[in-house]
């Protein structure tokens, strides 16, 4: 368990937390209800650049997964059919479906374009989850990408986060730094000690 001396936490926007992210930080989201179910839906997330080539490098070394293992993008869902191909799906805010990345963008998100040019795609709009939904707007206001790499906010052979006990002691195991509270606009962050 972490000391207070080993964490600290400072009042953020949704806007800071899209800057850590557009900078190449990883950082975890807690927030409302548990996620059950093999997908992060924004609640207990690791989010981190779609921009990065070495996304997904960086991300399966944290979590110690296997290198081929492909991540999901959460778009905007106003956004989604500009930059994946649907194929005439609605939505899909559940992550059940790996639809093409639209051509002109494969260069754009190559962290959660997996090798065959397809895209784990999450649509998220503010009904359905209005804190994931606006820092995925804030970061695509910095960037001009309206996605967000999204993965469970997990470890390698660990279930999913569940209580903020969990979240702490995940934060503390691994190399993430950043833990995001967005019903409380709170950003917890390991120091270095």
């Known amino acids: 368990m972490l000391f207070r001396s080993e964490i600290s936490n400072k009042p953020v926007t949704t ?47 944290i979590k110690g997964r296997e290198w081929f293992r492909p991540f999901a993008g959460s778009v905007m869902a106003e956004h989604a059919d500009d930059w994946f191909d649907l194929r005439g799906v609605p939505d899909s805010p559940f992550m059940m479906y790996a639809v093409d990345v639209k051509e002109d963008k494969l260069d754009l998100i190559p962290a959660v374009t997996h090798v065959d040019n397809t895209c784990r795609v999450q649509t998220v709009n503010k009904d359905q989850n209005e804190h994931y939904y606006n820092l995925i707007s804030s970061f695509h206001e910095k960037t001009g990408v309206p996605v967000l790499f999204n993965t469970s906010f997990n470890l390698a052979g660990d279930p999913l986060v569940e209580t903020l006990y969990d979240a702490i002691s995940t934060l503390y195991n691994s190399q993430i730094e950043y833990l995001y509270l967005p019903e409380v606009d709170k950003l917890i962050i390991k120091n270095n000690v």
């Open 15 to 61: 806007k800071d937390v899209a800057d850590l992210i557009a900078q190449g930080q990883v950082v975890a989201i807690f927030q409302g209800a548990a996620e059950a179910g093999p997908r992060a839906l924004g609640n207990r997330t690791i989010a981190y650049d779609p921009r990065d080539p070495a996304g997904k490098d960086t991300v399966n070394r």
